[in-house]
Nanobody, 126 residues
């Protein structure tokens, strides 16, 4: 059984930082890519960043570039999303997702992912 467990969300003031974690277990292949998505109330789910587990290649949406940083710890099967200079517009539920594959890239479309975590809430106050 595949499990993705997120942690690290919380309530912060504008300008603060958070680091979200997502630990994966049970993925059927040794290579996969993982993505971070967010969904604010009344809005569509948005892909913000992703990383390919074997190549380390990353991708960011234009809306978060230079403030969001994705990384991985192979030994812990964990992917991190560091968010700097938080803005009220970053308030959302953040989800990690994973997909097993053999390539070197990753994707920001939610339709490219099979496995999802339960989400962690990030609330930014001004």
């Amino acid at each position: 059984e595949v499990q993705l467990v997120e942690s690290g969300g919380g309530s912060v003031q504008s300008g603060g930082s958070l680091r979200l974690s997502c630990t994966a277990s049970g993925l059927p292949r040794s290579n996969y890519y993982m993505g971070w998505f967010r969904q604010a109330p009344g809005k569509e789910r948005e892909g913000v960043s992703c990383i390919n587990w074997s190549s380390g290649k990353t991708l960011y949406s234009d809306s978060v570039k230079d403030r969001f940083f994705v990384s991985r710890d192979n030994a812990k099967n964990t992917v991190y999303l560091e968010i700097d200079n938080l803005e009220p517009e970053d308030t959302a539920t953040y989800y990690c997702a994973a997909e097993s594959q053999s390539g070197t890239w990753c994707y920001l479309s939610q339709y490219e992912y099979t496995y999802w975590g339960q989400g962690t809430q990030v609330t930014v106050s001004s």
